[in-house]
């Protein structure tokens, strides 16, 4: 297995041993189990270059509607959490200049992610802790539906801290090392 796949294969590992596992997010086992989940592997560490590929990412979903959505994957360049920070504001800021505003949006996930006022050892933070800096690009539409049809999407968050906080740091911390393993 090239280092491409292997880390292709951390983040699927990821997606399924904790996001699908412990319903993280309530709609992605529907894609994983359609196979409707893109990995994109982005290997730069230029701001623009990023930015660019981004770009060229959701040019590809508006030809692709059978994709659901992308992991856009930078293992290298954003390992920082804050400079991570900025490049998805530009990120933000690119798809709504490029007036993909209300076509796509972004999740963003990251091994250091720390939600804002949260201190960083507090276990919540691991609901969006991933084996690299990662930008999901979803689908506005589907998300709209996907809400529409769910009987209490506002409890989501409230779920996932307090399952978080009941498993603590090392459960979390444990998964995530098991998702590095190329198995």
């Known amino acids: ?10 983040t699927q590992n990821w997606v399924s041993k904790l996001i699908v596992k412990y319903n993280i997010c309530p709609f992605a086992r529907r894609e994983v189990e ?3 989940i893109r990995y994109a592997l982005i290997e730069e560490m230029n ?15 508006d030809k692709h509607t059978d994709t659901e959505t ?20 530009m990120a933000n800021e690119l798809l709504e200049i490029e007036e993909y505003e209300g076509v796509y949006q972004l999740a963003n996930f990251h091994p250091d992610y720390c939600f804002a006022g949260e201190i960083q050892s507090e276990p919540s ?22 809400i529409n049809n769910h009987p209490d999407v506002d409890a989501i968050p409230d779920r996932n801290i307090e399952f978080a906080n009941k498993k603590g740091n090392a459960f979390f911390a444990d998964i995530l090392a098991s998702c590095m393993l190329n198995k």
């Open 1 to 10: 297995m090239n280092s491409t796949q292997a880390i292709i294969k951390h």
């Open 125 to 146: 933070n691991y609901t969006n802790r991933s084996p690299y800096p990662t930008l999901h690009i979803i689908r506005e539409k589907s998300m709209e539906m996907a």
């Open 34 to 36: 359609r196979g409707s």
């Open 47 to 61: 701001k623009e270059a990023v930015l660019q590929s981004l770009l060229d990412e959701c040019r590809y979903l």
């Open 70 to 89: 992308t992991l856009f994957i930078m293992p290298v360049g954003f390992e920082g959490f804050y400079d991570f920070l900025d490049l998805v504001e």
